[in-house]
């Protein structure tokens, strides 16, 4: 069932606020690329009611670094054993 309703903390559970997380990231199980447990983690503070949304999301942006300005990456570092 899709949560319809405000997502504000006010006007949310606590339950109702981890539905609107697991809805909102879909795969949680996070078995494509293991970044799922980190991002479940950064909206915990939603879950708990101590942050909306709204302010984790700028929080996330405010640091995000898009890869063009990082380093230059040259495929799955799992492939080439660089892992170890």
Do not use: W
């Not at 494509?32 to 879950?47: K, R, V």
């Amino acid at each position: 069932m899709m949560f319809t309703g405000s997502i504000r903390i006010a006007d949310t559970t606590r339950e109702e606020r981890e539905q609107i997380v697991a809805e909102s990231i879909g795969n949680i199980t996070g078995l494509c690329d293991g970044c799922s447990p980190g991002i479940i983690e950064m909206y915990q503070d939603y879950i708990d009611g101590r942050k909306e949304l709204r302010e984790i999301n700028a929080e996330f942006r405010a640091g995000y670094v898009s890869g063009a300005q990082g380093p230059e990456h040259r495929g799955c570092l799992a492939g080439e054993g660089m892992l170890e």
